[in-house]
């Protein structure tokens, strides 16, 4: 896939290029944060065709509720990738997707997707994968299950059978870990 | 301070950034975020890891999607009247296309009509044509029946007439004209084996009788006449003239023909006798 036709912008000339609704600030949009925003959705949705439509209905959300946003609040990636989870909750939720029947069990999704998919390389996220393993499993399962599949922290107490101190403890021991990492 | 401290190890900053929290709680981050660099600072690392987690897990899409994807930003986007860019191109693309338009449907449907309008006038025509014609073939079909009626009519006269001509057992008795009437002549056909008369009318040669009397056919019998039945001599001309068949008689010295009231006599008019023949 070639990579040379992306267009990459600062956050800021972004936001701008956004608020602008110039045609770059949406290729922008699209080529920096596709593939991130792409497997939020694949780890909740496997199916690669319901996965795209989530995709696109994500983009022409932020497209046009991008006013709601305030780079005050948080980065837009934060508030990007919530549009995206709750897209694909939604859709996962749905009668339609139900009957689609294809879905799997929850826990096996995220390492199934990537056994499964070409996951992107970047230069600048080199080794990245072998950072993210450094996590502790019981640290990898409870960030995945909030953060790729959409559970509140209560869910996850109740899916993990484990007390609602001790998922919030390890939620920040995992973001800690990844932080010392990337830092 | 130690408070702030609490706070961002309490994590619920993490909960905030993973949009887990309701919305009184994510007020109550926000304000705290404003007042304490600290806790904006922590929210910020947070944010940063998570979508650096994010990336680290990314799927790139098909490159078909960039399209589609681009496709319906920017479609929903020229149709954006919000965009102030757009309308001043918009409004005279669509002035272009309504004068472009409307001649062009009213141009079809005038020809539509013609079309319709010439297809009816044919259709007539030919249906007019065809109707002369079944007339026509009907007519035929009449005259061709009558034709067929006739020739099968003449065909079993004919028939008739062979059956008797080919019977050997009928003698041919030619009666002559009397005094009275020098003129006349006619044949008649008898069996002695079937003791069957018949009379050709085509050959019958007597003078026309009018409407108050009738011919009367007479054998003569041990010298006493026997009636055979009365006949008229007005179609004796007609081309259909039959042979017609008398009553019958066994044995007869002779046979006569006269003139009678319509409907015979019980005793021949003797002076009234046109033909005559002993046999």
């Known amino acids: 896939m070639s990579k040379k036709h992306k267009i990459s912008l600062s956050e800021e000339e972004l936001i701008l290029a956004l608020r602008h609704r110039e045609k770059v600030g949406a290729e922008a949009l699209y080529d920096m944060y596709s593939a991130s925003l792409f497997g939020v959705i694949s780890r909740i949705i496997t199916d690669e065709a319901i996965a ?29 990738v ?9 859709k996962v939720r749905s009668k339609d997707f139900r009957n689609h029947n294809k879905n799997q069990e929850l826990e096996n999704n995220v390492t199934f997707i990537d056994e499964q998919k070409n996951t992107v390389y970047k230069p ?7 950072l993210v393993q450094n996590l502790k499993p019981e640290q990898k399962s409870i960030l995945d299950l909030v953060y790729f599949k959409g559970y509140t922290h ?30 | 301070m130690e408070d702030i401290k609490a706070y961002i190890e309490s994590g619920i900053l993490e909960l905030y950034v993973l949009g887990d929290l309701t919305q009184a709680e994510k007020v109550q981050v926000e304000e705290m975020a404003s007042k304490h660099p600290e806790v904006k600072a922590e929210l910020d690392a947070i944010e940063a890891s998570l979508e650096y987690y994010a990336s680290a897990h990314a799927i790139e899409p098909t490159e078909k999607q960039r399209h589609r994807v681009l496709n319906s930003l920017l479609i929903t986007f020229s149709d954006d009247n919000n965009f102030p860019g757009r309308t001043v191109d918009h409004t005279p693309v669509e002035d272009n296309v309504v004068p472009f ?8 449907y005038k020809y539509a009509f013609a079309a319709c309008l010439a297809l009816l006038i ?8 065809v109707y002369n014609r ?18 099968s009519n003449r065909v079993n006269l004919v028939d008739r007439q062979l059956s008797v001509f080919r019977d050997t057992s ?37 003078p026309a009788n009018d409407k108050d009397h009738q011919y009367q056919l007479w054998a003569i019998v041990n010298g006493k006449p026997v009636d055979l039945g009365v006949f008229d001599a007005a179609l004796a001309d007609n081309e259909d003239a039959d042979m017609k068949e008398m009553k019958e008689v066994a044995v007869p010295q002779a046979f006569a023909v006269t003139l009678e009231p319509r409907g015979g006599s019980v005793n021949p008019t003797m002076d009234q006798m046109m033909v005559i023949k002993a046999i």
Do not use: C
Request: aromatic share 8%.
């Open chain 1, 52 to 80: 795209e439509d989530v995709l696109q209905e994500t983009f022409v959300k932020i497209w046009h509720s991008f006013s709601s946003y305030s780079s005050e609040k948080g980065r837009l990636f934060t508030w990007m």
């Open chain 1, 82 to 90: 919530n549009i995206a989870r709750n897209l694909s909750i939604d």
């Open chain 1, 124 to 130: 600048e996220l080199l080794g990245l994968k072998d």
């Open chain 1, 154 to 183: 209560v869910e996850a107490a109740d899916e993990l059978k484990l007390p609602l101190g001790t998922i919030k403890t390890r939620l920040r021991m995992a973001i800690q870990q990844l932080r010392k990492n990337f830092n």
């Open chain 2, 101 to 108: 338009n409307s001649p062009k449907t009213v141009n079809f």
């Open chain 2, 122 to 129: 044919v259709s007539v025509v030919a249906l007019l044509n």
């Open chain 2, 134 to 151: 079944l007339q026509d073939s009907n007519s035929t079909i009449a005259s061709l029946n009558l034709q067929n009626q006739r020739f």
């Open chain 2, 170 to 206: 009928y003698k041919f008795i030619k009666l002559q004209g009397t005094p009275h009437s020098p003129a006349s002549a006619m044949m008649v056909a008898w069996s002695p084996v079937k003791k069957k008369v018949v009379i050709d009318m085509a050959t019958l040669k007597l």
